[in-house]
């Protein structure tokens, strides 16, 4: 059983910055992606940054050059740090996990609230 653990949402100024966490426990292969979702009201749910297990990143354009995703200090952990934050990037952010070798093995945590407000 797999599970993904959220935390560092909240409330933020326009140009401020949030770190997000998740943490994964359970049976996970070696072989995965693991990473951000976002989804604000109305919205479909969209790609913000992933990481492969061997370092392979990939970012949403709207967030290229401002989010920073790394491997956090637990095994099976991931950090997104998010610079200039703006207020379209309010929205429900959702840690995923999804091993490569079968994408039907997918995990997803509850979902942490970021506001971009003044």
């Known amino acids: 059983q797999v599970q993904l653990m959220e935390s560092g949402g909240g409330l933020v100024q326009p140009g401020g910055s949030l770190t997000l966490s998740c943490a994964a426990s359970g049976s996970i292969s070696v072989f995965h992606t693991m990473g951000w979702y976002r989804q604000a009201p109305g919205n479909d749910r969209e790609l913000v940054a992933t990481?492969?297990?061997?370092?392979?990143?990939d970012y949403s354009n709207s967030v290229k050059g401002r989010f920073t995703i790394f491997r956090g200090a637990t095994l099976d952990t991931v950090d997104l740090q998010m610079n200039t934050l703006r207020p379209e990037d309010t929205a429900v952010y959702y840690c995923?996990?999804?091993?490569?070798?079968?994408?039907?093995?997918?995990?997803w945590g509850q979902g942490t609230q970021v506001t971009v407000a003044s």
């Open positions: 995923n996990l999804r091993e490569l070798s079968d994408p039907r093995r997918e995990y």
């Open positions: 990481m492969t297990s061997f370092g392979t990143t």
